[in-house]
């Protein structure tokens, strides 16, 4: 699947902990932000919102946005709309990073109040731990099935 090609050289590097030393590297006033808000926590969480950006980025969940706006879904919610400070003020708030807020796709079907969620990533561990993985597609094709 081409989204896995893509992903996986991040996730790779998510691992290696290159996207906290990526952080470390944006601009000035990006990083004033967090080193007043959160020491080496603000750097990992800062880290993993560029890391969110990135994936969400791709053409794959690119694609399932205009999908579920081509079947009249109502308010799709991801990643990609929100700006990385709002972010990393969830993360900073106690969010957790495996919150479906940050892992998947959310919508709501048209002519009900059902909510659906794509899950495109899997976090494991936490903090340096954490390790992300790809949602299986078993797990997203449910959700994109009939509205």
Not at 93 to 101: A, F, P
Not at 106 to 111: D, G, L, T, V
Not at 128 to 131: F, I, P, S
């Given at each position: 699947m081409e989204f896995a090609?893509?992903?996986?050289?991040?996730?790779?590097?998510?691992i290696k902990d290159q996207y906290r030393v990526?952080?470390?590297r944006r601009p000035e006033n990006?990083?004033?932000i967090v080193t007043s808000m959160d020491g080496e926590n603000g750097w990992l969480n800062f880290g993993y919102t560029l890391?969110?950006?990135e994936i969400y980025d791709l053409?794959?969940?690119?694609?399932?946005?205009?999908y579920l706006e081509q079947k009249g879904f109502l308010r799709i919610e991801t990643v990609s709309q929100k700006d990385w400070s709002v972010l990393f003020q969830d993360m900073m708030?106690?969010?957790?990073?495996?919150?479906?807020?940050f892992t998947t796709i959310?919508?709501?079907?048209?002519?009900t109040s059902t909510v659906v969620c794509i899950p495109l990533l899997i976090i494991e561990g936490k903090g340096?731990?954490?390790?992300p993985k790809l949602a299986p597609w078993i797990k997203m094709l449910p959700p994109l099935r009939d509205p």
């Open positions: 090609k893509c992903a996986e050289p991040k996730i790779k590097e998510f990526k952080a470390t990006e990083r004033n890391f969110l950006k053409e794959f969940p690119k694609k399932i946005v205009k708030n106690r969010v957790h990073w495996d919150n479906i807020q959310c919508a709501e079907k048209p002519k340096k731990e954490a390790k």
